[in-house]
């Protein structure tokens, strides 16, 4: 919106730096919130489903405007599986670009105050290297330290939250996203 762009003309160039193709583009406020919270809001985005064929892969880029050194992205290549996880730190200023349809992710945002950043959906390709390449970009594999205890404890609320979100949509007649319906009376259609 034209609006937004006169309100913000640095975040406009700072998302149009890499030179390529973007799509959606915004900032985001996030409360804080803690680690069992951000665990059980990950999630997968749905950004490449409409792509025609030949077209690079959307990747999300984050921008932190906000200075939360105590905060992290959480990437889990396994929703479930703690030990695919990732911490990456969010002090002011860094940048991460994630393919966020690959990774479940979400953010702890430890606070006090909220959380800033600007999302933009870029597509990959030479130009999105190019930008990376010149700004020494590098994969992330050093996770803050996190005591066992608190990933164990996050887990079981996880699962608890995800039972009790289940159940009530089961007593709506509704079932949760990514839930899948048996007819034990049917008899398969398969070959296998």
Not at 102 to 110: C, D, L, N, Q, S
Not at 179 to 186: G, K
Request: charged letters at 25%.
């Amino acid at each position: 919106m034209q609006e937004n762009v006169e309100k913000a003309p640095i975040l406009k160039a700072r998302a149009e730096e890499p030179g390529t193709n973007i799509g959606r583009c915004r900032v985001i406020e996030l409360q804080p919130n803690d680690y069992a919270s951000a665990i059980y809001n990950l999630h997968q985005d749905d950004n490449n489903r409409l792509n025609p064929d030949g077209t690079g892969w959307i990747v999300r880029s984050f921008f932190n405007l906000s200075d939360d050194k105590d905060s992290v992205l959480i990437l889990r290549e396994d929703r479930f599986d703690p030990t695919t996880e990732v911490r990456i730190p969010l002090p002011a200023g860094s940048q991460l670009i994630v393919d966020t349809q690959r990774f479940w992710h979400a953010v702890w945002h430890v606070g006090p105050e909220p959380r800033y950043c600007l999302i933009t959906s870029y597509t990959s390709g030479p130009e999105l290297d190019a930008y990376i390449e010149k700004y020494h970009g590098k994969p992330q594999d050093a996770n803050p330290p996190l005591p066992q205890q608190v990933i164990d404890d996050a887990q079981t609320s996880m699962q608890r939250r995800l039972a009790e979100r289940a159940a009530t949509l089961a007593s709506q007649g509704k079932r949760a996203a990514g839930a899948v319906a048996f007819d034990d009376d049917s008899e398969s259609d398969s070959d296998d």
